[in-house]
Each structure stands twice: as structure tokens, then as C-alpha cells.
């Protein structure tokens, strides 16, 4: 019924289904974390959700990530990337139990909303993100501007120094 783990159902990174049968009255709720610990607080949070037997008022977490390549000393290394660092999403029926249970896990800081009223997400902003994050092609991050000085450090122009004049991302190559 429920994983305790990093999940990619749908081929979805960061996605934690507590409860596959979801209330068509739930709402996606964004919640503030510390930075750097949002998988840790969503890890904890499917626990503290079981363990207190929300199962049917909290149904998925979601920390919203996507694969890309670094290029870093002429290796190639693919990393998930958050593309909110310090925040999550939760689908949850909102009460006073089940944001008790959020509001006081370890690591979250808060829900966004107005004051101390936390605002749900528009069913469309979730189905746009959640399409964005499941494109399938890594993205590659440049290290390297157009203009920049390098060093080539392999082949027969070893030792070299050159420019660089054309950054192709999409590839992850320079000229």
C-alpha cells in the first residue's frame, strides 16, 4: 500500500504514493522545508503518516526533480537536481490532524499560503509541473561560456590554451 522509500512510480523522481486510492476532495499543498533535506522530510513524513494512521487524508508527497548531466573534469555524471530546493508537495485533505501531522514532522518549516492559511495548488499548475518533470531527455548543465578561457588537457592539442566559441547544450559539447 505504501513505499518508505524513493519511489519512481509513473517514472517520476521524488514521488512517495502513500495511498493509491486517492479523495477526489484532496488538494496539492506546497510545504517549506530545510534546503538539501526535502527527501529526508518526505522519507519521515510517509512514516509519521502511517504511523499515526492518516492514510486517508495524506496520499502522495512530491519533491519536484529532473535528471541532468554535469560534465565535470571530462567526465560525465547524472545527478537530480531539485528544481525547488527547500520545497515539497503534498496531496492531502486538509484538517486539523493531517496538517498537524505535516506541520510538525522534523525538517518542514511551514506551508506556503497566505498568513497562516495554507493555499492549495490549482489542479493545472500540478499537471504542468509533473509534465515538465517526467520528460525523459537529462538535461546537461555548461560549465563553460561563450568567450571563456580553457585549457585542453587531452589530445594531440594537449597543454593548449584556446577560447571557447560555440557551447552546445543540448549535446553537452564546446567548440
Known sequence: MSTNNNTNNDNMLGLFKINP???PDARWYIIHTYSGHELKVANSLVQRVELKGLTNKVFTLYVPQQQKIVVNEGKKRSVDEKLFPGYMMVQMLMDDDSWYVVRSTPG????????????????KE???LMKFTQNS??????KF???DSVKINEGPFKDFLSRV?????AQGKVT
Open 165 to 169: 566559441d560555440e557551447v552546445n547544450e
Open 137 to 142: 531527455t537529462p538535461k546537461f548543465e555548461a
Open 145 to 147: 561560456s561563450v568567450g
Open 21 to 23: 486510492i486517492v479523495s
Open 108 to 123: 518542514v518549516t511551514g506551508f506556503v499560503g497566505m498568513g497562516s492559511t495554507p493555499t492549495p495548488m490549482s489542479r
Open 126 to 128: 500540478v499537471e504542468e
